[in-house]
């Protein structure tokens, strides 16, 4: 492989114009096309085989006119100043020019009613149901106790009524006449936030609640223009030259633009999700300065030793653009790896993602090499800080990289010890994480949305936003009154459940009955997932008993559900990417020991930020973060991305050292070699990763937050520590056996070359001799 991509270096070097002219008319062609032909990518996505999603489809086929789980709807909360109630002046009149001003738009549904007028209608449609009971008791000649039917009405009041019990706080529902929540526009939104604001004009507390009016603002761009920024500096540091810190993010810029083009073109053909650009753009912009950064730095290197620049750029590539292909290929494996899942936004986000750093790659190994024929020897112009780095007595470059990897040789067990025992004390509170789904009660406490949750909780308590359905099927069941006995044993036994607060039957026909159980706790509490694990439990025995077929659903047994879904594919997922990529090390370094160290270096990396992670957020230590659940796609996104990232480092540094190995130099001045023309650059890809990875911290979003926090966290461990404290200390301990391959496996497994081993260096004969 060495060889062939040192002589398609040395070609796009020579035949720089075609290789550009090329890219560009790629970059032309693919917007032309989708600027013509693609098509609006979709909002939707399924998730097979979830149970309360085919307990949500059972719902609509038995009551069609009823609201769907998906349904944009949101919940507006009003409240009085404390002592006053929402009856009186001036607010009973600001909640009815409120409810006024939502009816009046054209985007919301019809049947907006305020909380007082719901509330009376609720005890009004109650009353009703015990007269008509009352009469026909009496005529029936039985016995009738009002009193116990009203007592056990004011249960199922208190449970559904939009009127907290003093008066104070009211809610108001409102539905958008659009089919899913995705398709609410931010227009839409701020015509009902207008509306909100001339309601709190009148001394209302008025907040909302709801995805529906989820912000549809993302920070997404300026994180990216904040880290390309930060990957200038850091570039700009490591080279010392304006020109050469540039490339990489010209080059970048330049894959990801191409990736992205790619994804909506082919909305042409196919459909695609929204959500697949996000992980395209921000991985596809990380690993593609990385590895234009590395080929860059080994052209420089190269530099030292021939005056050639065509011979220098084709050596760079072939040796460290051999890296950036296998380097890419685990990332590459780690992102496809995602459809396992089995949910379609993630496998479409993958795969987007995977085409993207394959660009990535052929970008690196073409347009970097074309870009510096075109430049030639102003490819590190604008020099602020020369490059004249101290030499030994033989010549070698003396930098802080063989400082430190010499410093690491004088006590590797120590070291080793150190990072094993570090991480895994890190990693101990992962036994305790909780993933759940984030919801309003764990948004930002600034935010409508988490307001309006702290009031409905203190009013109507948690259990009021985390509601779950029962769809009751009794279709099977051909008598009114044994289906009417059928469903009221289901909501029996609902309500008898623990952590339950009420149940009743929300509505009933000649096909089914859908029965509202409200928990006592909230969504994101463990109690309310072991609540839904209990009705599942009990679900077959409950269906005998009565005839029928039961579901439970809703939004937050569809998250749970979720939740569990991505829990339970951790396991696969891991195995898939971390057999795979040991597979592909395997080839990479002829080793057992080095691929076999590299993965169990990133499952303790990952573990240990898994562990921080859930420290800091879920239990809250040092008080920096409210404790609340771990977002369930975390832990998945985590190890795709990081393991990814990681797989780079390592096979940039090692392979560096393994080049040394091969060309002579004993395993111990090996390691001193590979830290001597590799620790710089990986410490500063490592750096670019982990600043803007931070800078998410300081977002107000609790759930950016933590994703931020844990990928910058997962970088600086396995970059910092593994690969730059742990991985070389166990080299040293290993030594030669680090390199050892069974014959067997040596003859089948292809031998690619990555160090260059083919290519005609005769200055390093020389060169690792002083070695």
Request: hydrophobic share 50%.
């Amino acid at each position: 492989m060495a060889t062939l991509l040192y002589r398609l270096g040395k070609t796009a070097y020579r035949r720089w114009p075609i290789f550009l002219a090329g890219w560009l008319v790629a970059l032309v062609g693919l917007g032309a096309v989708a600027g013509y032909l693609s098509k609006p990518m979709s909002n939707t996505f399924s998730i097979p085989g979830i149970e309360s999603v085919e307990a949500a489809e059972l719902q609509q086929e038995l009551f069609p006119d009823a609201a769907a789980v998906d349904a944009p709807s949101s919940t507006i909360v009003v409240a009085a100043p404390e002592g006053e109630k929402l009856v009186q002046e001036p607010y009973a009149a600001a909640v009815q020019a409120l409810v006024a001003d939502l009816a009046e738009l054209e985007d919301v549904q019809e049947g907006v009613v305020g909380p007082v007028e719901a509330a009376a209608g609720l005890e009004g449609q109650v009353t009703s149901g015990i007269d008509q009971a009352e009469a026909q008791a009496k005529e029936a000649g039985q016995p009738f106790d009002r009193d116990a039917a009203l007592a056990g009405a004011q249960s199922q009041i208190r449970a559904a009524t939009p009127l907290s019990e003093d008066g104070r706080v009211g809610t108001i529902a409102f539905t958008f006449d659009v089919p899913t929540v995705l398709e609410v526009t931010p227009e839409m939104q701020d015509a009902v936030t207008a509306a909100m604001d001339d309601a709190r004009d009148a001394g209302l507390t008025v907040e909302v609640s709801g995805s529906a009016m989820q912000s549809m603002e993302s920070g997404g761009a300026s994180a990216e223009l904040i880290g390309i920024a930060l990957a200038l500096v850091i570039l700009a540091l490591t080279f010392g030259s304006l020109v050469a810190a540039g490339m990489p993010i010209v080059t970048a810029g330049i894959g990801v633009g191409i990736g992205i083009t790619a994804i909506t073109a082919m909305t042409a053909i196919t459909e695609i999700p929204s959500s697949t650009t996000a992980l395209a753009s921000m991985l596809g912009l990380a690993v593609g300065i990385d590895y234009a950064l590395f080929i860059l730095a080994r052209y420089r290197s190269e530099l030292d030793h021939t005056d050639d620049r065509e011979e220098a750029i084709g050596v760079a590539v072939g040796t460290a653009g051999s890296a950036v292909v296998f380097a890419g290929l685990t990332v590459i494996i780690a992102l496809v790896a995602l459809s396992v899942v089995g949910i379609s936004f993630l496998t479409a986000m993958g795969l987007g993602a995977a085409a993207t750093v394959t660009v990535a790659v052929l970008v690196a190994l073409t347009l970097l090499p074309a870009i510096l024929g075109m430049l030639k020897s102003k490819a590190f112009g604008g020099t602020f800080r020369r490059y004249r780095p101290a030499r030994e007595a033989n010549g070698h470059i003396l930098n802080n990289g063989v400082r430190w990897a010499r410093f690491l040789r004088k006590a590797p067990l120590a070291w080793v010890l150190l990072v094993v025992v570090g991480l895994g004390l890190l990693a101990v509170p992962v036994k305790n994480m909780h993933l759940a789904l984030p919801t309003d009660s764990t948004a930002a406490e600034d935010t409508t949305q988490r307001k309006a949750s702290d009031l409905v909780t203190d009013a109507f308590g948690p259990g009021r936003l985390s509601p779950m359905l029962l769809v009751v099927d009794g279709r099977g069941l051909k008598d009114p009154q044994e289906q009417q006995a059928a469903y009221q044993a289901v909501t029996a036994w609902a309500a008898g459940q623990d952590d339950v607060a009420d149940a009743m039957t929300a509505a009933a026909n000649d096909k089914g009955a859908m029965i509202l159980l409200q928990p006592a706790s909230g969504a994101e509490d463990t109690e309310t997932e072991e609540l839904l694990e209990s009705l599942r439990d009990g679900e077959q025995a409950i269906e005998q008993e009565t005839g029928t077929r039961v579901g439970v659903t809703g939004l937050t047994a569809i998250q749970a559900d979720v939740s569990k879904m991505l829990a339970d594919a951790l396991p696969l997922y891991l195995a898939i990417v971390i057999g795979l990529a040991f597979v592909l090390l395997v080839m990479v370094f002829r080793s057992l020991l080095v691929p076999l160290t590299a993965t169990l270096g990133f499952l303790l990396s990952v573990m240990a930020t898994l562990g921080a992670t859930v420290a800091i957020f879920q239990e809250g230590m040092f008080g920096l973060f409210p404790g609340q659940p771990i977002v369930s796609f975390i832990p998945i996104f985590l190890i795709g991305v990081v393991f990814g990232l990681a797989m780079d480092y390592q096979v940039f540094l090692v392979t560096r050292i393994r080049e040394a190995h091969v060309h002579g130099a004993s395993y111990r001045e090996a390691v001193v070699d590979g830290f001597r023309n590799s620790a710089r650059v990986v410490t500063a890809a490592a750096l670019i990763m982990t600043s803007v990875f931070a800078g998410f911290i300081f977002m107000d979003e609790p759930i950016v937050q933590s994703m931020g926090f844990a990928l910058a966290a997962a970088v600086i461990f396995d970059a910092f520590i593994v690969r730059l404290v742990l991985i070389p200390a166990l080299m040293y301990l290993m030594g030669e056996k680090a390199w050892y391959l069974p014959k067997w496996l040596d003859r089948i497994i292809p031998n690619v070359d990555i160090e260059g081993e083919n290519l005609h260096r005769p200055h390093l004969e020389e060169h690792y001799s002083k070695v």
